[in-house]
């Protein structure tokens, strides 16, 4: 079994880093895939959207499989479902296209929801790892992707994803992870706590950004004329901009500086990137990607920000998890299918990037409310209550953070 911590860290590491290529690399190879007969524009769409959705459902039921499996089940079945599910979306047709993408999706979020249990009370070493991984996956599949497609196939290059989980497998089963937990506490349990929604929201605006951006971004840069291999390097110079954030962030939040700072240095960026693409989508197009990745620092802020509000009680923790990153991709699906739906039937991008400077604006607002030093609360965990700030994140996992309780 896996205990020491260098081990642990390169296990978190491998489960980030599965967290992204399956969708970036569709965003990247989403020009050839509508070429397939049957991939209309509402099915791409759909394909941009329903990542979110599929997270979302993930994200909800992840509470109660982990009730049920314990971590280590979870993500062990999470991966085999991985492998399997981005392997058949690319065999035949449209319906095993959409089909296999919400399979892919569901897994990687039922992953993604585990992780903070599995970082809470650690080292902020770990919650890098965790974020750092993510970037690196994300820029990866940009990258990497559509060079898979050139030397062979779409096909080839959505599937070749499914060898990361492979490998991560063997890695995974080793690792020695606490046996089932039967005291679930539910999401709903959270429903009456305004920092929990703040967090939610706030995930969820960012996550309609950075999807736009992983699916949209080279095709609107390619309908201002740019080519395919000049918007494909800016999507995937978003990517690789976005691998520093993800560990400064984490670096940020636990040395305890200024968070609203922090918020303004992520949200001014995107909105800068975003209104070039609106105004002069083909004079700069690196800068306004370079602003876009920036931003996309702020998924780092909504994930590092998890344990840290649930104050280090690992069913509260889950349970703030699965509300943030269930009920945040809920409302990311809605929001990516809106601005799809408007560029279809307006054939333009104006407005759907109008629509996304709104989604910024929102997410500056729910990033304020969600960065407040507070702890969430929950009902059915009494010793749980409002703590002064700083609290000091216990490097032990069953030890309970110092701070004032309410």
């Not at 690399?25 to 050839?32: E, F, K, N, T």
């Not at 349990?189 to 929990?196: E, T």
């Not at 950075?210 to 291999?229: N, T």
Request: hydrophobic share 55%; proline share 7%.
């Amino acid at each position: 079994m896996i205990t020491r911590p260098i081990s642990l860290a390169v296990v978190v590491f491998l489960l980030g880093l599965n967290l992204r290529p399956a969708v970036t690399s569709l965003g990247a190879a989403l020009p050839d895939v509508v070429t397939v007969p049957g991939v209309t524009g509402l099915v791409a769409a759909v394909l941009v959207a329903l990542p979110l959705w599929a997270c979302g459902f993930g994200g909800l039921i992840a509470p109660w499989l982990y009730a049920a499996n314990g971590t280590h089940r979870t993500v062990w079945y999470a991966l085999a479902l991985l492998v399997l599910a981005q392997v058949v979306r690319v065999v035949d047709g449209a319906v095993l296209l959409v089909a296999g993408t919400a399979l892919v999706c569901l897994s990687i979020t039922l992953i993604g929801t585990m992780l903070p249990l599995l970082v809470r009370g650690k080292s902020s070493v770990y919650g890098v790892c965790y974020t750092l991984s993510l970037g690196c996956g994300s820029t990866a599949g940009a990258l990497i992707t559509p060079w898979l497609v050139g030397l062979s196939s779409w096909r080839v290059g959505l599937a070749s994803w499914a060898v990361l989980a492979v490998v991560t497998i063997p890695f995974w089963r080793k690792v020695d992870s606490p046996a089932p937990r039967k005291s679930l506490v539910s999401p709903l349990a959270l429903v009456r706590s305004g920092p929990a929604w703040a967090l939610m929201v706030y995930f969820g605006l960012v996550s309609t950004v950075s999807f736009l951006v992983m699916g949209w971004l080279p095709a609107i840069l390619r309908d201002a004329g740019i080519s395919a291999d000049a918007a494909g390097a800016c999507l995937s110079l978003a990517m690789v901009l976005g691998l520093p954030m993800m560990w400064l962030v984490p670096w940020w939040v636990h040395k305890g500086l200024s968070q609203p700072v922090l918020l303004a240095i992520l949200v001014v960026p995107a909105m800068v990137g975003v209104t070039g693409l609106l105004v002069a989508p083909a004079m700069v197009p690196w800068l306004w990607a370079t602003g876009l990745g920036v931003g996309m620092g702020g998924i780092a802020l909504a994930l590092t920000s998890i344990p840290r509000r649930a104050g280090n009680d690992p069913d509260l923790t889950t349970s703030l998890s699965a509300m943030v990153q269930g009920g945040g991709y809920l409302l990311a699906g809605a929001g990516a299918l809106a601005c799809g739906l408007v560029h279809g039937a307006t054939r333009s991008w104006q407005v759907s990037l109008i629509m996304i400077l709104v989604v910024l604006c929102g997410q500056a607002v729910a990033g304020l409310l969600a960065v407040r030093p507070v702890i969430v609360r929950s009902p059915v965990i009494p010793h749980q209550r409002t703590a002064s700030w700083p609290v000091r994140m216990s490097s032990e996992p069953g030890k309970q953070p110092s701070g004032s309780r309410g």
